[in-house]
């Protein structure tokens, strides 16, 4: 139920189907939970605590929006990970929806995703760059056992082309954009599209550096608009589409490059109520 795109964001999401791109995602996603962080994050003075175990504090957002908002959580309650990557916060959603969609551009991200899903005990191997030409080849981090992997289906996808509701199994009570609207083609098409995929009172958690390039996003289409920041302009969209704004902070994540270089990024996350 997917369509391909095209011009910027084809060129640039070329780069995400890579075995690095996969294995940098993996250690963001699984490998800062604290039985291996020591081993992803190298410790030191001063270490921020605060951007640690990113997908899963986002999918924490998620759950206490629906609970403050009276959004539907639950065994009857749908999520959406738009933008999953290799799944992170997507595992983590299923511990408060039951039934869990997650998808993504990148045939990579998805197959990783799904490979986690299915494989026995849910242990998940990945290497981390160290120094130079040094590789750790033998991390291995683990979600929960007791997940059922038929509450999550992930889907290979165009997140600025996204199917009818009904083709993804019906509407949705939340979803999820981590760090997603910067990356894409068409932002604003993508934000239109969940005006029809989210029932009423449902809540959409968007959490974006907006961090514009136009290897993915002609710069006419950035929300970011001559003096109009991004964060204003996306309340200003998803208010047009029939949200309401209840939530906005800093959300810091820290991703690895080798063991003495990191992006340090603060991603900014909102969330709004769908009231029409």
């Given at each position: 139920?997917?369509?391909?795109?095209?011009?910027?964001?084809?060129?640039?999401?070329?780069?995400?189907?890579?075995?690095?791109?996969?294995?940098?995602?993996?250690?963001?996603?699984?490998?800062?939970?604290?039985?291996?962080?020591?081993?992803?994050?190298?410790?030191?003075?001063?270490?921020?605590?605060?951007?640690?175990?990113?997908?899963?504090?986002?999918?924490?957002?998620?759950?206490?929006?629906?609970?403050?908002?009276?959004?539907?959580?639950?065994?009857?309650?749908?999520?959406?990970?738009?933008?999953?990557?290799?799944?992170?916060?997507?595992?983590?959603?299923?511990?408060s929806f039951g039934h869990v969609t997650g998808i993504d551009f990148s045939h990579a991200f998805i197959a990783k995703a799904c490979e986690i899903r299915d494989a026995?005990?849910?242990?998940?191997?990945?290497?981390?760059?160290?120094?130079?030409?040094?590789?750790?080849?033998?991390?291995?981090?683990?979600?929960?056992?007791?997940?059922?992997?038929?509450?999550?289906?992930?889907?290979?996808?165009?997140?600025?082309?996204?199917?009818?509701?009904?083709?993804?199994?019906?509407?949705?009570?939340?979803?999820?954009?981590?760090?997603?609207?910067?990356?894409?083609?068409?932002?604003?098409?993508?934000?239109?599209?969940?005006?029809?995929?989210?029932?009423?009172?449902?809540?959409?958690?968007?959490?974006?550096?907006?961090?514009?390039?136009?290897?993915?996003?002609?710069?006419?289409?950035?929300?970011?608009?001559?003096?109009?920041?991004?964060?204003?302009?996306?309340?200003?969209?998803?208010?047009?589409?029939?949200?309401?704004?209840?939530?906005?902070?800093?959300?810091?994540?820290?991703?690895?490059?080798?063991?003495?270089?990191?992006?340090?990024?603060?991603?900014?996350?909102?969330?709004?109520?769908?009231?029409?």
């Amino acid at each position: 139920p997917t369509k391909g795109t095209s011009g910027a964001a084809q060129q640039g999401s070329q780069g995400y189907e890579t075995d690095q791109l996969v294995n940098q995602y993996l250690a963001l996603h699984f490998g800062q939970q604290p039985e291996v962080v020591d081993e992803t994050v190298r410790p030191h003075p001063g270490l921020p605590q605060g951007a640690l175990n990113f997908p899963q504090r986002c999918a924490d957002l998620v759950r206490e929006m629906a609970q403050q908002h009276g959004a539907r959580i639950g065994s009857e309650a749908r999520a959406l990970d738009l933008g999953c990557a290799v799944g992170g916060a997507s595992f983590a959603l299923a511990n408060s929806f039951g039934h869990v969609t997650g998808i993504d551009f990148s045939h990579a991200f998805i197959a990783k995703a799904c490979e986690i899903r299915d494989a026995p005990g849910r242990a998940i191997s990945f290497s981390v760059p160290v120094e130079g030409t040094i590789t750790r080849d033998d991390l291995v981090a683990r979600i929960s056992p007791d997940l059922d992997p038929s509450a999550l289906n992930f889907l290979q996808g165009d997140a600025c082309a996204l199917p009818e509701a009904s083709e993804l199994g019906g509407r949705f009570d939340a979803v999820l954009m981590a760090n997603l609207l910067c990356r894409l083609p068409e932002p604003t098409a993508c934000l239109a599209s969940l005006r029809r995929l989210v029932n009423t009172g449902g809540i959409v958690v968007t959490v974006s550096p907006f961090s514009w390039m136009e290897d993915f996003t002609r710069r006419d289409k950035w929300l970011q608009q001559g003096d109009r920041g991004s964060a204003g302009a996306l309340e200003k969209v998803m208010h047009a589409h029939g949200f309401e704004q209840v939530h906005l902070a800093d959300m810091p994540l820290l991703i690895r490059e080798h063991e003495r270089k990191y992006q340090y990024i603060v991603s900014s996350a909102a969330a709004f109520k769908k009231v029409e």
